[in-house]
């Protein structure tokens, strides 16, 4: 065997290693475990930790952590060492099923959102056997969900697995209808497409914006951007190669297959796409990708940026999470085959689809939200606020004959006219491939484009999971009890075409008319975080989560609070950093700049030498230097003047400090582009972008 396959996932306690290492019976239980969901008894977890543990240390581990995802986005580790002190006073290596099952992390520091007072701080870990533990920095890394003691979930893993769940039962219902009796199981999938940001260090730390907030505050637009479009796809330089290869193989051990890389439309800006697994073990796959991403650039004297906007004026770093539905036997539910008219099951899904994304915009807004990513959407290049989904010409004139009961014509394979009889004769993905769709069909699978590059995917899966399992139960429902099960189908997807084709958008929606359309269609457009967030603790959507058991009102109010402090707790963070950098950096920079002009504005008006150019340069800067002084006025009385109350200071950083903050970056922006380059305190755009 090549290299490349034997390192491909050595790091990982998967599959083949633990049929390898553990007793026949042993394994087959844990497997139950695994597909079926099945509770694991005791005895099996203490053979799974003494197999987990020989493995763990042959690879050179010396320690062991629980690895889960609190509510901060990323992921959190407490390292036990395997080696303990035995009676005789010698060391042992300590590691039992019930060091494997659950521990109790000092989680005190977690945002919890007022579910764990710090008098009973204590949370616990518990084992997630379907999710494989794996080797990171000589650690045996056991992944883990996070509860407090009261039994509130407080982490996105929790609910992601109850959504798992529930799409599950809701999708073989429709499935037994269909007769298929073999299936035991529906495994939501997904693949997440990852952007991201490289910046040599040393640039990097020269600027506390982006030490301190991920993202640039100031910067003036550079003589270039990226209205050439020469980057996308471009060559990828030596140095930047470099490192995705050295990513790659640390992936690859990590059994992540890291699949397509290539530079994306800004400069300095790339992807990677990995394949997709199904959603639990894609949300872990995700969290290592953006980890290896940051830990392996530094290896390089780069850093890896992924805030959602790092740079005004260019675009920001998305996240695309392709998602569908597979059977445990290998057939993925959205595949429309060879002929889409024919399949009822697939349009059926299409239709459950289709309802659940327009009945609940709201919460597909809601799962992306959050500072950082509303710089991002509805901005440059950029999928809108606005949710709507792409079908496809062939898809959506398909479910238009069927609401007007019209016969359907097939217009059959379209085949690409290159006019070179060498070229082999292609046939054309009948999708077609709508970029700017925030919801759009791509063949097989739905493409969810609004989350944001730093964001974990399983708030967005949570939520498409138990949408569509909900329109999926209703129809289920109906066709349960239908005389004839068939015509109810047809009936049921008519129905929801002429209720929900509202969402269905196949043009331009990066355009001034779609916004306009959209509010024509009564689509909801919730632009900022504070527009969004309060939605999500709505009677209907607490009810929505609630009945079905992924969220209790407890914890989706826990979540909402935190998401609303953390956008204050952000916006004051940036803004604090804009004052330190104008107030220590820029302005004693420029005064500088500014007295040196005015030496030469005077020696030549002693020397009796024309001195207007010098002059006009001065009274430029002297006059920037007044606006910066007054931006940051302006953006200290805003901060002081933050109200007391969440709700109120939420709607204060958007309404007052971050209008403040775009106007002291605009004072600042100006005085860049008049100043001496070597005066500027902190390297500017060309140098940041440019230099890789
Ligand atoms: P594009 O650039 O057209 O969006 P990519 O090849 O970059 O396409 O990414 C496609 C992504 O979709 C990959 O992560 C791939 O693994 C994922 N994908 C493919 N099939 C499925 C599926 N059935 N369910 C979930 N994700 C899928
Ligand atoms: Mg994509």
Redesign the pocket.
């Known amino acids: 065997m090549d290299s490349i396959t034997t390192n491909f996932g050595e790091l990982v306690f998967n599959d083949i290693v633990m049929r390898e290492r553990m007793p026949a019976e042993a394994y087959a239980a844990l497997k139950d475990t695994i597909r079926m969901g099945k509770p694991l008894n005791p005895d099996i977890a203490d053979i799974v930790a003494d197999a987990m543990k020989a493995w763990a240390i042959e690879k050179g581990a010396t320690h062991y952590t629980h690895w889960f995802q609190p509510l901060t986005g990323v992921t959190a580790e407490k390292h036990e060492g395997f080696l303990g002190c035995g009676p005789d006073g010698l060391p042992v290596i300590e590691f039992s099923g019930k060091d494997l099952i659950m521990s109790e992390p000092d989680a005190s520091s977690f945002p919890s959102g007022g579910l764990r007072p710090t008098f009973e701080a204590r949370g616990y870990t518990a084992w997630d056997p379907t999710s494989f533990a794996f080797i990171k920095d000589n650690t045996l890394c056991i992944p883990t969900l996070f509860f407090s003691y009261g039994g509130d979930a407080l982490d996105k893993k929790t609910p992601l697995l109850r959504s798992m769940e529930f799409i599950s039962r809701e999708s073989l219902r429709i499935l037994r209808l269909f007769g298929h009796t073999d299936v035991s199981r529906i495994i939501p ?5 990852q952007e991201y940001f490289l910046v040599d260090k040393e640039l990097y730390d020269k600027r506390p914006d982006l030490v301190f907030c991920s993202r640039t505050l100031f910067g003036a637009k550079p003589p270039k951007g990226q209205e050439m479009e020469d980057h996308y796809y471009g060559a990828i330089s030596r140095r930047v190669s470099l490192f995705m290869r050295d990513l790659d193989s640390e992936l690859w051990q990590l059994g992540v ?1 890291a ?2 890389e290539h530079k994306e439309v800004a400069p300095g800006q790339y ?1 990677l ?4 697994a199904d959603a639990n073990t ?1 949300t872990d796959h995700n969290q290592l990708v953006m980890e290896m991403m940051k830990t392996v650039a530094l290896r390089h004297g780069l850093v890896c940026i992924l805030h959602e906007k790092p740079f005004k004026g260019i675009n920001g770093s998305g996240k ?1 999470n ?3 539905l ?1 059977t445990d036997t290998g057939t ?1 539910l ?2 429309p085959g060879k002929s889409p008219k024919d399949n009822l099951q697939f349009l059926l899904f299409l239709a459950a689809i289709i309802k659940a994304v327009d009945k609940h915009q709201d919460l597909l807004r809601i799962c992306v939200a959050g500072a950082n990513n509303d710089w991002r959407l509805g901005g440059f290049e950029a999928p809108p606020s606005i949710v709507s989904i792409f079908l496809g010409d062939t898809l959506f004139d398909l479910l238009t004959s069927i609401e007007h009961k019209e016969e359907y014509e097939d217009a059959g394979d379209r085949i690409l006219e290159s006019g070179l009889c060498t070229i082999p004769r292609l046939r054309i993905d009948t999708t077609d ?1 709508n970029r700017t769709s925030p919801f759009a069909f ?1 063949g ?2 739905f ?1 969810f484009r609004m989350l944001g590059s730093s964001q974990s995917i399983a708030d967005a899966n949570t939520v498409i999971n138990t949408i569509v399992a909900e329109s999926l139960a209703e129809f289920a429902e109906r066709l349960e009890k239908a005389e004839d099960f068939r015509r109810e189908a047809f009936r049921i997807i008519r129905h929801t075409m002429r209720e929900h084709k509202r969402i269905l958008y196949n043009g331009n929606n990066y355009s001034e008319e779609w916004v306009k359309e959209a509010e024509g269609r009564g689509l909801l457009n919730l632009r900022t975080t504070v527009d969004a967030m309060p939605r999500f603790v709505s009677e209907e959507n607490i009810a929505l989560f609630s009945e079905r058991g992924i969220y209790t009102r407890r914890e989706m109010i826990s979540r909402y609070d935190i998401s609303m402090e953390n956008y204050i707790k952000l916006t004051r963070i940036e803004a604090n950093t804009m004052i330190t950098m104008a107030q220590r950096m820029i302005l004693p920079a420029v005064i500088g700049y500014e007295t040196k002009i005015a030496d030469a504005v005077s020696v030549k008006d002693r020397l009796g030498v024309p001195n207007e150019s010098e002059y006009a340069l001065l009274r430029a800067l002297s006059d920037g230097i007044s606006a910066l002084h007054k931006g940051i006025g302006r953006l200290l009385d805003s901060l002081s003047a933050m109200p007391e109350d969440r709700s109120a200071a939420a709607a204060h950083c958007r309404d007052s400090i971050l209008p403040a903050m775009a106007s002291l970056r605009n004072a600042a922006d100006s005085l860049e582009v008049i100043t001496e380059k070597s005066a500027w305190p902190f390297p500017g755009y060309d140098e940041l972008l440019f230099s890789l």
């Open positions: 999938t997904a693949g997440a497409e297959f699949k397509t992807e796409a990995s394949i997709f894609s695309h392709n998602w569908s597979a993925n959205l595949a491939r791509t097989n699978k493409e």
